[in-house]
Every structure is written in C-alpha cells, then in structure tokens.
C-alpha cells in the first residue's frame, strides 16, 4: 500500500460584515469606537453626560430644573425640538453652561407648559398612590369629571388628556388619608419630591400608648406592626391608653419626636411635633422616609390610629371631600 497524505484544509478569513468595507492589503483597519460606559446609551446629538463640566460648568438641562424652567426630562424634549437658545443661539443637547448665561425658551415650549395640570386629591383609605398593588386602586382612578369637587371654581375644563403622565408628587400610604398631589408639571413634581426638596407636610395623627417601644421599627416599613392598616385599636390588645394619651405620654419621648429618632440608620430632620387635642399629634416634616410617621411613633411606645395629611408646603386640604378632587389654581403656590 501506498502512504497517502490527507489534503491539508484551506483556511479562509471570514467576509466582513455587509455595512463593513474591506480594509485595502497592508492596512490595518482602525478599532471601533468605545461605547459609553453604563447601561444607557448617550442620545443622539448629545456629547457629553457629566452633570457637572470642567470651569463650574452645568449640564444645560440640570440648569434649566436649577431655574425652574423645567423639568431636566422636559428640557431634554424642547432641546431635541430646537425650543431653547443660551445667549441668543440654539442649545445643543447635553451641552455644559455656565450659571451666569442667558437662557430663552420659545413659546411653543411655554404654550405646552401651560396646559400641564396639577390636581389635589382627599385620597381615601384603602387607594393605594402610584401603581396598582394588590387589588387596591390607584388613586389616578378617582380622577373622573363626577369626582371633581363642586365648589372647584378654577377655571379648567376636564379633559382625559389631563391623565396622561399625571403622576403623584410623593406618596401617602394606603392606611391613611388626606391630601395627595397628582401633576403633570415636572418644576412641580421636584419642588415636592426633588432630592433638595424642604417642602413642609402637615399631618394630623390620632394615637394610642402601649408604652412598649417597637424597636424593629428603625429599619423595617413593614414592622410598623405587620405593615396593615390599624383604623381600629382594641381595648383589650395589650391594654393601650386610647383617651387622654396626652397626660400619660412621658415629655422626653414627645421631645424624640421631634429630634433625635433615626430610621434606617439614618438620623431624621428635626420634625415640628405637637399635642393638638388630647388623643391627637400634629406632625410637621420636612422629609418622607416610607410609614416614617408610624414608624416614629412606635420606636416611642405610641400606635397609630388614624392618619391624616392636610397640608403640603402653603396648599391645605380645607374642605375637599373625602375621595374628591380640584385643581391646582393658577394663584395658588406651593
């Protein structure tokens, strides 16, 4: 027999890709351009994402909610549409500003502004804030022309229009009740809820003294017992003081109220926090940690019974019904 040897394979490189020229021979084609890091890809048009530039530069967008004008997402829509010019000549998306330039928004951009609703709720018991959870409604659902409350006497006309991207500014859990604002302006929704918000919320709170500190309460929504709605307290559950809470309620623990608790190991902002009949607390805060006002409450031996919100900055609830709705008048500011 005669040895034979197999057939060497012949190699071949692999086409480039449709959109992909070939390279002339002797030339290295040059690496792809390096993607931006994160997950999110930079908009079109836009070259630089950094909040903050070199020389106490600012992304345009951020100056522009620093300002008022606008949400940074709002901004970020009139500058792909070519509705903002700094100092005279149209603003590139994503560009760095200085604080001190001239910014003018075109009147398309205010016209649109205009028509943005912000509405004030009495939410009930039982509406959940945001999304769907549960089973429980969301408190969007309530907003329908035979809600409005009848003695709303700004002049708007209902429009279902007016439900899209119309959003709580901040929650109220689904065991209290009170004042929930819903809008569709984003210089409304950071001045309520923006990470540098101070805006004053006032609540009125009925509570029963067991006098037994929940301490799981600090770092857990939902030990504020079991996290479920507490409208009713026994008198036979561990034997709870539910009249004149105020003449046993020691004046050191009223006195962590109001500074001195921490949540989630943080440390809260002093609070405003006051008798306001016997059985009833007046709370003033700054800040809305999850069930924080329950939550405080319980690391001082009181339990909440019922919770209401009634003012949010200088808007008060007043006599919206329970379940009803009005709009936010113009001459109204929070």
């Known amino acids: 027999m005669t040895d034979q040897t197999p057939p060497r394979p012949t190699l071949r490189r692999a086409p480039p890709p449709a959109n992909e020229a070939a390279a002339p021979a002797g030339v290295r084609r040059a690496p792809p351009p390096a993607r931006p890091s994160g997950n999110r890809a930079i908009p079109a048009g836009q070259t630089n994402t950094a909040a903050q530039g070199a020389g106490g530069t600012v992304r345009l967008n951020k100056r522009m909610a620093e300002l008022g004008l606008a949400s940074r997402r709002e901004a970020d829509d009139w500058l792909a549409k070519g509705w903002v010019k700094v100092n005279g000549k149209v603003a590139e998306m994503g560009m760095q500003v200085l604080p001190g330039v001239r910014i003018e928004i075109d009147k398309q951009a205010q016209g649109q502004q205009a028509n943005q609703v912000t509405i004030l709720l009495h939410k009930p018991i039982g509406i959940v804030s945001g999304q769907a959870e549960d089973g429980h409604e969301p408190a969007i659902k309530l907003i329908q022309p035979q809600n409005r409350w009848a003695d709303d006497n700004?002049?708007?006309?209902?429009?279902?229009?007016?439900?899209?991207?119309?959003?709580?500014?901040?929650?109220?859990?689904?065991?209290?009740?009170?004042?929930?604002?819903?809008?569709?302006?984003?210089?409304?929704?950071?001045?309520?809820i923006g990470e540098d918000s101070v805006m004053e919320k006032e609540y009125l709170v009925r509570v029963a003294y067991t006098g037994v500190a929940n301490l799981a309460a600090a770092n857990s929504p939902a030990a504020t017992y079991g996290g479920k709605a507490q409208q009713l307290i026994r008198l036979d559950d561990d034997d709870p003081v539910t009249s004149d809470v105020q003449s046993v309620f020691p004046p050191e623990k009223l006195q962590l109220l109001r500074h001195g608790l921490r949540l989630d190991d943080q440390a809260l902002k002093p609070a405003k926090v006051e008798w306001?009949?016997?059985?009833?607390?007046?709370?003033?805060?700054?800040?809305?940690?999850?069930?924080?006002?329950?939550?405080?409450?319980?690391?001082?031996?009181?339990?909440?019974?019922?919770?209401?919100?009634?003012?949010?900055?200088?808007?008060?609830?007043?006599?919206?019904?329970?379940?009803q709705w009005r709009y936010l008048q113009p001459h109204e500011k929070f």
């Open 154 to 192: 700004a002049r708007f006309f209902f429009h279902g229009s007016q439900l899209k991207s119309l959003v709580p500014a901040g929650r109220l859990d689904i065991d209290s009740t009170g004042l929930l604002v819903l809008t569709q302006d984003g210089r409304v929704a950071r001045q309520l």
């Open 276 to 323: 306001q009949n016997p059985e009833q607390l007046r709370f003033v805060l700054t800040e809305g940690k999850k069930r924080q006002i329950r939550r405080m409450c319980e690391l001082v031996g009181l339990r909440v019974v019922g919770l209401k919100r009634v003012r949010v900055g200088r808007v008060m609830l007043g006599n919206l019904p329970v379940g």
